[in-house]
C-alpha cells in the first residue's frame, strides 16, 4: 500500500513560481511511475508530468518549459516545480503512483494507470 500527501500549494501572482511537495511511503521505487496530476472545477482531470518506468520525466504540452518534476528517493519525495505560472494553471494538484509500471514516454503519462492518489493540494494563480 502506498501513501501519498501533497504540500506546498497556496496563492501566487502569475509569472510567478511555487514547488509542490508530494511525501510518499510504503513502497519500492522500483517497478513504480509517479506523477501529478491536477483538476479545476470546468476542466476534466488532466495529465502535468509523469517520471516513467525508465526514470525520464514527460510533461504535458502546457507545461512543458514551465514545469520541473523531480524526485528525492532518499527522502522519498516527489517534486513539482512550476514557474512562469499562468491563471489557467489554477487547480487541485494531485500526485499518483503506479505500480508494476511499465510505460515509457507518452504512454505513461495517462491518469487511468495510476492507482494511489493523494489527497490533492490547491493552487490558485491571480492575474
Known amino acids: 500500500q502506498v501513501q501519498l500527501v501533497e504540500s506546498g500549494g497556496g496563492s501566487v501572482q502569475s509569472g510567478g513560481s511555487t514547488r509542490l511537495s508530494c511525501a510518499t511511503s510504503?513502497?519500492?521505487?522500483?517497478?513504480?511511475?509517479w506523477g501529478w496530476f491536477r483538476q479545476s472545477p470546468e476542466k476534466e482531470r488532466e495529465e502535468v508530468a509523469v517520471?516513467?518506468?525508465?526514470?525520464?520525466?514527460i510533461y504535458a504540452d502546457s507545461v512543458k518549459g514551465r514545469f520541473t518534476i523531480s524526485q528525492d528517493k532518499d527522502k522519498n519525495i516527489l517534486y513539482l516545480q512550476m514557474n512562469n505560472l499562468k491563471p489557467e494553471d489554477t487547480a487541485m494538484y494531485y500526485c499518483?503512483?503506479?505500480?508494476?509500471?511499465?510505460?515509457?514516454?507518452?504512454?505513461?503519462?495517462?491518469?487511468?494507470?495510476?492507482?494511489?492518489w493523494g489527497p490533492g493540494t490547491q493552487v490558485t494563480v491571480s492575474p
Open positions: 499518483a503512483a503506479a505500480a508494476n509500471c511499465y510505460q515509457t514516454g507518452y504512454d505513461a503519462l495517462k491518469a487511468f494507470l495510476f492507482g494511489y
Open positions: 510504503g513502497n519500492s521505487y522500483r517497478g513504480y511511475c
Open positions: 517520471i516513467d518506468s525508465v526514470y525520464m520525466a
